[in-house]
Structures are given as structure tokens and as C-alpha cells.
């Protein structure tokens, strides 16, 4: 890899780790606040984080493009930054956490956009394995500190003692949540400038949203780019949704024995993490999140060492069969087998998206540049997000059990992943994609170039 990339990665660990750790704590504040049932409001606070991804999505790619992305990164996490501060000093949860997504939805372009400007077609599934593996050792770690901090005597001892500043433990573990933006963001000054031109077309709002439709328009038309945006958009709506399910379906586990053999250590270390699984729902979810993470970690280092660019579209068939996976989560009520099945439609997961963000990435970067493509893709997957956390929110509302939730969710990304792969097959018929790469396809930034 080149010089810089493992600097990215360090960024990105550091900004992730602190991103899931405040969703965490940004939970038992919301559950605070509104003391009476809450879990139907809880994936509206990812859904206002998602919010940004969607209603900027026509200029964060401009952005991205228009300084180097290092200087980017600078800023999105600054403004996650003051985002924390806002959730410390009072703001309602779901209003401050909009801010963290304002933040993340200009990372985004830049994190993801600057591998295509800094490493060959060739290393682009490796660095998304990287990119990948790095995220969900965030994922594991963020949710596990996010859970430890609300339950740490530094954090409870912290807001006892600061009362007028911290109104509760919640607010005390963001002041520590805040220094990992802080660490990414002198990460970011470190990220070397890749020498892109960073000149845009225009910086009219109009201008930009019309070539923003284009790229939409165009990425869609493409028969490779549809495949792989239709299969992450569903992958990454499911997914945050699966992250609620597996915090609701964590106390309907059997705990005793990962609490009972860590009783028998008779240590300080062991019997606090004992004693959190016994007090604290929130806790034992964080744990199953982090179980997933691992095999979804695991899976994208496999997919790293075994799928290739041109072989990514052969994955689509483990796409049907992680969506009927998880329907055995109803079947599954002791905590040993919750932790196998997780980490197996985890890797099942993590095997299936590099290779599909890979695809992608290197489709819209041919098609109309890397910051441009980024924002059409996190503009379609966010609206997955928003659409399946707006629809579990519901079906929370009208009082459907967990078990009849997670049937109904394994299902639909069966189904919608057997769609897409039918799509494929199609287009394979119609001899529309016959070459996977298609380094010959001219690359069109904007309509101008287009009609040219």
C-alpha cells in the first residue's frame, strides 16, 4: 500500500470507534430523558444521523472534490466534535445527534473517495478489506466502550461529582467519547495531499443538484453500478436495522453463563463485567454487536484474500442466504448459540459487502469521479437506512414481537437480494455485462462533459 493509506486508517478507526460509542450513550440518554418506553424512538436517533447523508448528499461529494480530502476529513470531524458538545451542554438527543450526521455525511465522500485517488483499480478490494476490518474493530470496540463507559466508576464517580455540568453518566462518557474525534482529527493533518485536481465545475447550488441527478441517473443506467448500489443499499438499511434487533434481542437471552463463569474469577474486572450484564440491558446489547462485528471482520478479511474485482458479482447468492440466517435468531435462546449464529451471518456479511463496495467505488469513480460517486451512494443507501429504521420503528409502535420483527426482516433481504441477483442475470442475457472493469468507458463529471 501506498505512503498514507495507513494513516486513513488510523482516522477512520478513531472516528468510527468514537461514532458507535455515541450512539450508545446517546441511547441511555434518550431513555433519560423519556423515561417510559423508548424503544421505538431509539432508531429514530440513527435516522436523524442518517438524515444529513440524504439531504446534502447533492453537495457533500462537491465538497469532497473541491480540497484535498485530508483537509475534509479535518473538518467532518470537527463538526462531529461540536456535535458531542452539543449533546454534553443539553440539546435533545435526536436534534445534537443530526449534528454528529451532518459530520459524518461529509467523512464519507472523502474517506472512501481519496482510496480510488491513492491506490490502483488492482488494490481496491484489499484497501476496502482494510477500510472494512477497521470499521467493524470500531464497531466492536466503540459499542463495548460506549456500553463500559455508562457502567465505569471514572464516569459515574465524574458526574457525581460535577453535577451542574454533567446532568448524567450518560453526559460524563461523552466528554471521553469526544477526545477519539479529537485524536482522528490529528490523524487528518497527517493524510498526505494526493495531487487531484480540485477544481469543480461550479459551486451554484442548482448546478450542483441537477449534476448531482445526473450522476444518480447515470450510476443506475450502468449495468454493473445498479447491481452493486441495489446490494449495498439494501446490505447497510438492513444492517442498521439489525443493529436495534440484536439491542432488543439481547435481553431475551439467557446470560447466566458467560455471568456465572465470570463470577467465579472472583476479580474486580470480572464481576463488574458480571455485574453489568445483570444490571444493564444496554451493556449485554453493546456485547452482541461486537460479536457480530468480529465475524463480519472476520468475512471481509476472507472476501480480501479470495474475491476478486472481476468475481464480485459471484457473491450475490450469500447476500439470499444471510437474509434466511437470521431468521434463526427466533429459534436461538442461550447466550453460546446467540454468539455462533451471530458471528456466522457476521462473516456471511463481511464476505459479501467488500467485494460490492469495491464494485462500486471503482464504477463511480470511472463514471464521474470518486467524491461525486461516493455522495450518489451514500444518498441511496442512506435512504435504505432511513426507509427499513422508519418501518422497524413502526412495527416497535404496533406492539410486533421481536421474533415476528426479525422473521420479517431476514425475509425482505432475501427477497431483495434474489431481485438483484435475477437483475444480473438479465442483464448477463442481454450481453450488457460482458467486461467487469471497463477501465475503457470515458469518465463523464458532469453534464457538460456528458454532452461533449
Not at 186 to 209: E, Q
Not at 278 to 286: C, N, S
Not at 435 to 450: E, S, T
Request: net charge positive; with cysteine.
Amino acid at each position: 500500500m501506498r505512503k498514507g493509506f495507513y494513516t486513513i486508517i488510523a482516522t477512520q478507526f478513531f472516528s468510527s470507534l468514537a461514532d458507535n460509542a455515541l450512539l450508545i450513550a446517546a441511547i441511555a440518554l434518550l431513555q433519560k430523558t423519556l423515561p417510559s418506553d423508548t424503544s421505538w424512538m431509539e432508531p429514530l436517533l440513527k435516522w436523524t444521523f442518517t438524515l444529513s447523508y440524504v439531504l446534502f448528499a447533492a453537495f457533500v461529494g462537491a465538497f469532497a472534490d473541491a480540497l484535498p480530502k485530508g483537509r475534509v476529513m479535518l473538518i467532518s470531524n470537527s463538526v462531529k466534535i461540536l456535535g458531542c458538545v452539543c449533546l454534553i451542554f443539553g440539546m435533545y438527543p435526536l436534534a445534537a445527534y443530526a449534528v454528529v450526521g451532518l459530520g459524518a455525511a461529509t467523512y464519507s465522500p472523502a474517506k472512501y473517495g481519496i482510496l480510488t485517488e491513492l491506490l490502483p483499480p488492482q488494490q481496491l478490494v484489499q484497501a476496502n478489506s482494510w477500510i472494512e476490518g477497521t470499521t467493524i474493530a470500531s464497531i466492536i470496540l466503540g459499542a463495548i466502550l460506549g456500553g463500559a463507559l455508562l457502567n465505569m466508576p471514572i464516569t459515574i464517580n465524574l458526574a457525581a461529582a460535577l453535577p451542574t455540568l454533567f446532568d448524567s453518566v450518560a453526559h460524563a462518557a461523552m466528554l471521553f467519547i469526544m477526545l477519539s474525534y479529537v485524536v482522528a482529527a490529528l490523524f487528518n493533518l497527517l493524510i498526505p495531499n494526493t495531487g487531484v485536481d480540485h477544481r469543480i465545475p461550479s459551486k451554484n447550488p442548482i448546478f450542483l443538484a441537477r449534476e448531482f441527478a445526473h450522476c444518480c441517473a447515470l450510476l443506475w443506467k450502468d449495468k454493473l453500478g445498479q447491481i452493486s448500489l441495489a446490494t449495498t443499499t439494501v446490505f447497510w438499511g438492513a444492517g442498521a436495522t439489525l443493529q436495534f434487533i440484536v439491542l432488543q434481542w439481547a435481553d431475551k437471552l439467557n446470560w447466566s453463563v458467560v455471568s456465572d463463569r465470570l463470577l467465579q474469577y472472583d476479580r474486580g474486572l470480572a464481576n463488574w463485567f458480571a455485574s453489568s450484564i445483570a444490571t444493564d440491558p444496554l451493556f449485554k446489547g453493546t456485547l452482541l454487536q461486537g460479536v457480530f462485528a468480529i465475524g463480519i471482520a472476520i468475512g471481509a478479511v476472507l472476501a480480501a484474500r479470495a474475491v476478486s474485482l472481476k468475481k464480485s458479482v459471484s457473491i450475490l447468492p450469500l447476500g439470499m442466504l444471510m437474509g434466511l440466517s437470521s431468521i434463526a435468531m427466533i429459534w436461538v435462546h442461550d447466550i453460546v448459540s446467540a454468539f455462533l449464529l451471530l458471528i456466522s451471518v457476521g462473516m456471511m456479511a463481511g464476505f459479501f459487502i467488500v467485494p460490492m463496495n469495491a464494485l462500486l467505488q471503482h464504477r463511480g469513480h470511472v463514471l464521474m469521479g470518486a467524491g461525486h460517486s461516493i455522495a450518489v451512494q451514500n444518498f441511496n443507501e442512506n435512504i435504505g437506512i432511513l426507509v427499513l429504521l422508519s418501518l422497524y420503528a413502526v412495527l416497535l409502535k404496533l406492539g410486533l414481537s421481536i421474533n415476528h420483527v426479525i422473521t420479517l426482516f431476514g425475509l425482505f433481504v432475501f427477497a431483495s437480494i434474489l431481485l438483484v441477483t435475477l437483475r444480473h442475470r438479465h442483464n448477463q442475457s442481454q450481453n450488457d455485462s460482458l467486461h467487469l472493469i471497463g477501465m475503457d468507458k470515458p469518465v463523464i463529471r458532469n453534464q457538460g462533459d456528458a454532452q461533449k
